[in-house]
């Protein structure tokens, strides 16, 4: 018979390595999200007018 904290241990490096592996992946998003964002200030199109316009619609 398996004891209880062998399972209870197993399912909570199972739920830390997943954790682990979804703040890694939400790091990324970050980053490139950031990028994107920085790139909306330097790249902003020409309005008419010569206005600069923004890049975003809001």
């Known amino acids: ?15 830390l390595f997943g954790a682990g592996f979804v703040l890694e992946a ?7 999200v950031l990028i994107v964002w920085v790139l909306g200030f330097v790249i902003r199109l020409s309005g008419s007018g010569g206005k600069r316009g923004h890049w975003y619609r809001w």
């Open 1 to 15: 018979m398996v004891p209880i904290p062998i399972p209870l241990v197993l399912l909570v490096a199972l739920i």
């Open 26 to 32: 939400l790091w990324w998003i970050s980053a490139i």
